[in-house]
């Protein structure tokens, strides 16, 4: 028996005391169960830990909170709906493939033959046009071992860097903030900041919906502290702006002013931290020439509080007062989400509020820290530690570098040389090459670009030439319209292997259930694939994921991502580790940089702080300029559309829109519009709205709220029959490549 949405609000003080202030949360589901299986939620970055019930018939029957791993025994609906995902009709349990090209319907066969299938597209090609002719698309939500084998399997086994994956769409502008800051990827704070922050400075995160146990915590700091304050920076009001103190409502876009302007208040009324900054900081311009600290207060005093208004609508006072309680709160957590980083300068924007940090030296103690907020449940270890992305290698080395791919190349034991110099395809560029033949295989693991590439009519067409292998467990999922080959994939809690959180955590997701029909792990489809394409088998000595965990723990060894400690018997005693971990007995690290703290600064450091990702040790002030977005509104198209997340859906909801109670509660997609802009356009609620952007037109029912500001209208993208990233353009950050999901222009007008 699984508990009824009804039956978890009632049941749960969690859940009532949380109500009151926009988040429901949820403690434990009361279920018999024979045993319980330690595991992490299968969505959010959060990484909530789960414990899994599964009766006496190996039948997983119930789920709760882990009380071990930092959510303390808390999940939000969507995790604590996961059971019925598990055993939803509408799984994938036979291998399919298409014999007659993509107009033929998909048929059931035999694993041998899709696996032969796929394996001979993928040989001709690399045979008849090269390495570079396929590629790999994969995903955040992949597990750690399934991601480091297809890096090993693409870079080094068919020697191509065509390896990316949806975190690309997601937390590519944050890796450049803190690569190019910092010198390393990944966040120094963790969770234990919330319990000690007394000032959040949440810019571009609808935490309350989608972190939503994250977002229960600050609550509770706020509940317990009421000296704690809470800023809020968002062009619509959220559930997350109701516990805010400030809230800065301000035009979509127009961030990187605020950000200047804050700087230039800071040094202003002497907020600075000139100890940390003459001690600690170097600053340079967009060109990369060095600055002095002087041309820096020069540089950020053209953003007077004047011409922040101008920039952003935000009110002169309104940018001081956010500047001086950012600066003089003891200790200050920033946290951003993809209001930052899906912008066409995202990259600058998470440089900018490293800035805030750096000059006011609000880093590196309890509290005060830079911490972006992951989205996808394992983004950071799968994927960016892994370096399975098309610039990446393992552990924050860079295909470009000669010793990086020695190193690699040596530890994998092929001969150097075999991984090639040449960056690989980022994915808008991977699918623009499928769509024009150059790339004339893909496969794609665990996500679903069909539904959520930006500007879907030009990137479909990617999926409509290339042959495309997949792995699925849903048949609901958009992308397998496309797919020439379907593998039937174990699902969560099907298999096991490692998920790494927000906050460096990782935690191993044991097996629960034997995997839905003829469905197999990920690995394994990987490595059977891979073998039958021509890949050498020594490439993969490994009898199961725990022999992949094994080699990839060891790789880390000495890195900066160092998580040697974490054994598997290790992580299967405890609910996650935060790596830098680099012995067994070391219990993970909090704070990193911090002597005394992170094992990776020498004991007796000369100074407190060493940001060892640089070789002076110096993070970086980057003077950044304010700039537009790529498409902002005109008098032809005169809204800003913007999308985003609802709290009961994940992504393209192939999993959430199999739970009713989660279905029920946002049936489909709709269009947010500000009371005053649909009085003037004559729009009531539910009536048709029609959006209209430079790409396509589509109708959505009206939601008439003062959500959004004036000339603002939201979209959440969950729903497959209203894709509403047929409606947006294809700009991506120069840096990071992801795209710019936050904005586009577009015209409103009611149908009919
Ligand atoms: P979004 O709804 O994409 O969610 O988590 P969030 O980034 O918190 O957008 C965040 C906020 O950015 C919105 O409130 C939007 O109004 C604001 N915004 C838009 N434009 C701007 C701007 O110009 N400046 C600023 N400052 N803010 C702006 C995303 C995260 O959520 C991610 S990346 C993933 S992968 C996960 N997905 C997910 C999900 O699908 N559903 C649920 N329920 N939770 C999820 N959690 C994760
Ligand atoms: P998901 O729905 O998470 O979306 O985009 P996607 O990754 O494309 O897709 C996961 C797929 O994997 C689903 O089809 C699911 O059924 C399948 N799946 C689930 N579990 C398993 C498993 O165990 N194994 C296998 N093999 N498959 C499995 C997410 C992407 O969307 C992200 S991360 C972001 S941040 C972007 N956000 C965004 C936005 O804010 N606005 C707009 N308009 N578009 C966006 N697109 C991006
Ligand atoms: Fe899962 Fe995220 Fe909810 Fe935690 S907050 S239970 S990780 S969806």
Known sequence: MTLSRRDFIKGSAAALALSAIGGPCFAAAKEEADKWVKGVCRYCGTGCGVLVGVNKDGRAVSIKG??????????????????????????????????????????????????????????????????????????????????????????????????????????????????????????????NDIDNATCFFIIGSNTSEAHPVLFRRIARRKQSSPDVKIIVVDPRRTNTSRIADLHVFFKPGTDLALLNGMAHIIFKEELDDDRFIKRYLQFQDNEGNARSLEEYKEFVAQYTPEKVHEITGIDPDMVVKVARMFAESPATLSLWCMGINQRSRGVWANNLIHNLHLITGQIGRPGASPLSLTGQPNACGGVRDTGSLAHLLPAGRVVANEKHRNEIEDYWGV???????????????????????????????????????????????????????????????????????????AFWCETEGVYGCTERRYSLIEQAVAPAGQSRPAVEILMEFAKRAGVDPKLMPYKNSAD?????????????????????????????????????????????YVRGEDPLVPVNHETKMFFYGRPDGKPIVYLRPYQPPFEPADDEYPFVLTTGRVIDHWHTATMTGQVPELRKAYPSAFVEINPDDAKKLNINNGDPVVLETRRDKMTFPARVTATCMPGLVFCPFFDKKLLVNRLFHDAVDAASKEPEYKICATKVYKQG
């Open 66 to 191: 882990d009380p071990n791993n930092h959510n303390q025994g808390l999940l939000c609906l969507k995790g604590a709906m996961l059971i019925p995902v598990i055993y939803s009709t509408d799984r994938i349990t036979e291998p399919m493939i298409r014999k007659d090209g993509k107009k033929s319907e998909l048929t059931k066969v035999s694993w041998d033959v899709a696996l032969d299938f796929a394996a001979k597209r993928f040989k001709d090609a690399v045979a008849e046009y090269g390495p570079d002719s396929i590629a790999y698309y994969g995903s955040g939500q992949a597990l750690t071992e399934e991601s480091y084998l297809a890096n090993k399997i693409w870079k080094a086994g068919f020697r191509t860097n065509n390896v990316d994956g949806n975190p690309r769409l997601c937390m590519a502008s944050a890796v450049g903030g803190y690569m190019t800051t910092f010198g390393k990827d990944e966040p120094m704070g963790t969770y």
């Open 415 to 489: 001969p150097r040389g075999t991984i090639q110099p040449k960056m690989g395809h980022h994915t808008v560029a991977l699918f623009e090459n499928m769509a024009s033949g150059n790339v004339k295989a893909v496969f794609i693991h665990c996500t679903n670009p069909a539904h959520t590439l930006p500007h879907l009519n030009k990137y479909t067409k990617g999926l409509e030439t290339a042959f495309v292998a997949q792995t699925e467990c849903f048949h609901d999922a958009e992308t397998l319209k496309y797919a020439d080959v379907v593998f039937p994939a």
């Open 548 to 592: 992949i965990w094994e080699e990839w723990r060891k790789l880390s060894q000495g890195t900066p991502y160092n998580f040697y400690g974490m054994t598997r018997e290790r992580l299967k005693k405890e609910s996650g580790i935060k790596w830098p971990c680099p012995s067994e007995d070391h219990p993970g690290t909090d704070l990193r």
